[in-house]
């Protein structure tokens, strides 16, 4: 059943420090004329050292705000977001930042493992080849390390923007629907490999999707957030044991846990 | 294939239809002595001393247009590359550079005169031509505007900072903007250094217009005009080959 606080563990007292930690945090958007909308409002998420979570909710909740606040791209109006205790810009100076947009945001300028490469670049580090390949391998790409981005599908992009996101080992991996241009199938399939991916790296993600059996397949906790002005409606547990397979998406207990969130996703989008 | 075909059989036949055209109304004398039959205008090319008094002057005026897109070409990257570096001196940039474009290249030539003398104001002028617009393709290819786009959010989260933004983004992304621009700027030059020419400059293709104006000797007048379109044309189509090849192999 979903819970709210995680399972006290009996040798733990104290909660462990939280990697991402947004507390209180609202958002407010300038519109022209002296409008402003609020997109968020008073939101706390805490994310965990290691563990992944999903924010599901309606369009335009502010589900991108959030990532983008994360990110250090967009800075809260109220309350504070720290990110490994320090301020998001701060992390991202240092290069310990990993994102993926749905727009896979490649330089088409450079060939694919250019772009994988381009992290190492911007760190100022010399370019760890091996680490190159071994990404572009994880997400299937061998073969077409020499290729333009425009040479390939829009799955190969984003699954080439997943390896760019990850090359450095980022202490903090934002993903903002990287798989939301793709269909249902190749969707299922990407899923499976960022698990996999996933259980080998074991880095400290946020993902944003519109799609709740995605955000139950991968992650370790679900969040849904409400309409405008965002903010945290329901936290729910996913306890499948990793590594997952896609089998666990047959279980009677995935599908009463889709039914459930599609339920408040639902009550949202009507409400 | 069958459609770039039907468009180059489109154009070709534009082309010859409007030199028909010009043979005509030369042949047929309807616009006066000083609109001679194309017919002639090519005799005159034909014969090999004529025909290396235009050359001569057509090397002399592609010389200084050569450097004066050069120039032209450098003052601009510099000009965007120090608002790039100074936003403060963004506007101030900016103004001059319309400034500099607003002035008639008439009212600048006595000027010229005096100051860089007789033999580079062409030099001159076709730079201030191109100059421009190489400045507006510099600052709007390397988005001096502020137009943030995801490869920006991209930059900013991987914790890039300006010198590696502008190797790895700015520079690549404005390659395709900056030679739009150069496939403006070389015609202009080319412009710029015929009409530079004509404020005493010792030779080249404007030198030759004014002259044989002065002189009403037509056809001469008609071939070196058609020479200085022939070279604007010349340098519009090696540009955009260059741009093109850019494009492709960029995007
Ligand atoms: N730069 C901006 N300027 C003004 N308003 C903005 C800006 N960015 C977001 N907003 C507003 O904030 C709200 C939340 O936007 P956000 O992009 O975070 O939604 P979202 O949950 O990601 O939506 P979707 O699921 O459709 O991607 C929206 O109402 C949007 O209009
Ligand atoms: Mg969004």
Request: include cysteine.
């Amino acid at each position: 059943m979903a819970q709210t606080t995680p399972s006290p563990a009996p040798t733990l007292t104290v909660a462990p420090p939280a990697a991402v930690a947004l507390s209180g945090v609202g958002k407010t958007f300038e519109l022209s004329r002296g409008r402003a909308v609020s997109a968020l409002e008073d939101l706390d998420l805490h994310v965990a050292e290691g563990e992944f979570v999903a924010i599901v909710g309606p369009s335009g909740c502010g589900k991108s705000t959030v990532l983008r606040m994360v990110a250090g791209l967009e800075r809260p109006s109220t309350g504070t977001v720290v990110v490994e205790g320090r301020s998001p810009r701060e992390l991202a100076r240092s290069h310990r930042l990993g994102v993926a947009f749905q727009e896979h945001a490649l330089l088409p300028w450079s060939s694919i493992r250019g772009n994988v490469a381009l992290p190492f670049h911007l760190a100022g580090r010399p370019v760890d080849a091996a680490r190159v390949d071994e990404l572009v391998r994880l997400v299937g790409l061998e073969g077409f390390e020499s290729a333009r981005p425009r040479q390939l599908s829009g799955g190969m992009r984003q699954r080439a923007a997943i390896a760019r996101a990850l090359v450095l080992r980022p202490d903090v991996l934002l993903l903002d629907e990287p798989f939301g241009a793709l269909d249902a199938v190749t969707r299922r399939r990407m899923n499976r490999e960022l698990a996999r991916i996933w259980s080998e790296e074991r880095i400290t993600t946020v993902l944003v999707t519109h799609d709740v059996e995605e955000a139950l397949f991968l992650a370790d906790r679900v969040v849904v957030m409400t309409g405008r002005p965002g903010r945290v409606r329901h936290v729910h547990r996913v306890d499948f044991p990793r590594p997952r397979e896609a089998a666990i998406t047959r279980s009677p207990e995935f599908h009463e846990a889709v039914d459930l969130l599609t339920g408040l996703l639902d009550a949202e989008g009507t409400a | 294939m069958s459609a770039a075909a039907r468009r180059a059989a489109l154009a070709t036949t534009g082309v010859l239809v409007l030199l028909a055209g010009a043979e005509a109304v030369g042949r047929a004398g309807i616009a006066g002595p000083s609109w001679p039959p194309l017919s002639e205008v090519a005799a005159h090319l034909l014969d090999a001393d004529r025909r290396a008094t235009v050359v001569r002057a057509a090397s002399a005026t592609l010389a200084s247009a050569a450097e004066g897109l050069l120039a032209g070409v450098l003052v601009a990257a510099a000009a965007a590359f120090t608002g790039l570096l100074l936003p403060p001196l963004r506007p101030g940039l900016d103004r001059l550079a319309a400034l500099l474009h607003a002035v008639p290249v008439i009212a600048l030539a006595p000027l010229l005169i005096t100051t860089v003398g007789r033999e580079a104001t062409p030099t001159v002028v076709a730079g201030l031509g191109a100059g421009f617009v190489m400045f507006v393709a510099f600052s709007s290819g390397l988005s001096l505007g502020g137009r943030r786009s995801t490869h920006d959010d991209v930059f900013d989260a991987l914790g890039a900072n300006r010198v590696r933004r502008l190797l790895r983004l700015q520079l690549p992304a404005s390659v395709p903007t900056v030679l739009d621009g150069l496939t403006l700027a070389a015609p202009a030059a080319v412009l710029g250094a015929t009409i530079g020419e004509w404020f005493g400059a010792p030779r080249g293709l404007g030198v030759l217009i004014v002259s044989a104006m002065q002189n009403f000797q037509v056809t001469l007048l008609w071939s070196a005009a058609a020479c200085a379109t022939a070279l604007s044309l010349a340098a519009y189509g090696l540009t955009t080959a260059l741009q093109r090849a850019a494009v492709r192999r960029m995007a």
